[in-house]
Structures are given as structure tokens and as C-alpha cells.
């Protein structure tokens, strides 16, 4: 599957681009500046740069994980599968947060400092992401099941290998933040170089143009590995 996933890399991309690469560049051209410092950050910011893309980049995620499961299939059959089953794959996934949401307020309420409060329900959260990692692919290959039936399948899948699973989770997520930050670094760079050249009406599109193609990779690599771990363990 490794080999399929490889071969086909082009198609992937072409698929995921639309809910991501253009996403984020509307986004980046048309939408709210982002915030230079986190107390810039409000609750607009945080919808239009941060929700609402990763909400949409999920259909992508579904879509590149049917081709991937389903080889035989086209990219519209794909697409169409994901817009299906997407609104219950999104409730999974509102209920798998609520541990995090709901540990993270009990010790808020207790008194405690916010970046004490905030490490325990994190260290939780990794280990429910690294159980319910197979989840975009259980969605695909389950779509007529409900929320609860989708955690309850991905979540027995990986029983044997919880907290190896949750180790791997940690270095993924610190290798997606460490990519996320050079493409935005050369992506700035990019920009400025465009605003030196006397071209400043595109510098902005030019340093969302990198940062853009990592997100389409990142699901593209997250709905593999998904994938590859569903037919693994199933």
C-alpha cells in the first residue's frame, strides 16, 4: 500500500489541493491578517485561521483515504463518499475532544495556573488522538455507523498498541508544528523578496504559497498513515 500511496502521490495532491492549498490561500489573500503574537489572537482569528480550515482540509483527509483504501474507485466516487459521511466523522471527532475540553476546565476551575492546567488534559488528548488515529479511515470503510460506533471501532483497533501509538503522536505533532514554521519562514521570505522586486501587490499570495502546500501534504500524509494503519490492524 506504501507503494500505492507513493505512485500515486500527484492524484492525492490534485484532490486535496481544493480544500486545502486554495483554502489557505483565500484564506491568507482575502481573509483576516494573522496575528503577529498569540495576544493578538481573537475569536475571529481563531475561526477563520484556524477552525474553519481544518474543518474543510477534513474533507480532503476523506477523500485521499478512500482512494487509498479503495484503489478502484475515482476521485469523484471519493469526494462524493467524504461529503456523506462527513458530518458524522465530524461529530466523532467533537466528541473525542471533549476529555481534553472537560479536563481542561475542571483544573482551570480548581484554581490552578493555565499552563499546569492545560499540560495534564494535553497528555490525555495525545493518547485519545494516537487511539483514534485510524479514524478517517474507519469513517470510509463504516460511513452508515454512527459517531459513538466510529470511536468505539478505531478505538478497539488500536487496544494493543495505545501507548505506542500515543508515543508516536508527540514526534508527529512536533515534526508537523516544525514544518508548519520553516514553510511559513521561507514563505516570508519568499514575500519579501517579491516586495524588494517592486512586486508588493503579490508578496502576500507569494508568502501563503509554501505554508499552503504543507497543509496539503500534511493531510495527504495524515490520511496515508491512517489508511496503512487501518489495513494493518483490521
Aim: no cysteine; proline share 8%; charged share 5%.
Amino acid at each position: 500500500m506504501a507503494d500505492l500511496v507513493r505512485g500515486r502521490l500527484s492524484l492525492f495532491f490534485a484532490v486535496a489541493a481544493p480544500f486545502t492549498l486554495l483554502v489557505d490561500m483565500s484564506l491568507r489573500v482575502f481573509g483576516p491578517t494573522p496575528p503577529k503574537t498569540t495576544a493578538d489572537f481573537t475569536t475571529s482569528t481563531l475561526f477563520w485561521l484556524v477552525l474553519l480550515p481544518g474543518l474543510i482540509a477534513s474533507l480532503a483527509q476523506l477523500s485521499v483515504a478512500g482512494l487509498i483504501l479503495r484503489p478502484q474507485i475515482t476521485p469523484r466516487t471519493a469526494l462524493a463518499a467524504a461529503l456523506v459521511v462527513w458530518p458524522v466523522y465530524m461529530a466523532a471527532l467533537i466528541l473525542s475532544s471533549l476529555p481534553f475540553s472537560a479536563g481542561f476546565v475542571l483544573l482551570t476551575l480548581l484554581g490552578l495556573p493555565p499552563a499546569i492546567a492545560i499540560s495534564f488534559p494535553l497528555l490525555l488528548g495525545i493518547y485519545i488522538f494516537g487511539r483514534l488515529l485510524p479514524i478517517v479511515a474507519v469513517a470510509i470503510m463504516s460511513p452508515k455507523t454512527s459517531p459513538l460506533a466510529m470511536l468505539r471501532t478505531s478505538w478497539s483497533l488500536t487496544q494493543p498498541n495505545g501507548w505506542t501509538l500515543a508515543g508516536f503522536m508527540l514526534p508527529a505533532i512536533l515534526g508537523i508544528i516544525g514544518l508548519s514554521l520553516i514553510a511559513g519562514g521561507v514563505g516570508s521570505a519568499l514575500g519579501t523578496v517579491f516586495t524588494i522586486l517592486g512586486f508588493a501587490e503579490v508578496s502576500r499570495f507569494a508568502a501563503g504559497l509554501i505554508p499552503a502546500i504543507a497543509s496539503t501534504f500534511v493531510a495527504i500524509g495524515s490520511a496515508a498513515i491512517a489508511s496503512l494503519l487501518y489495513k494493518k490492524l483490521s
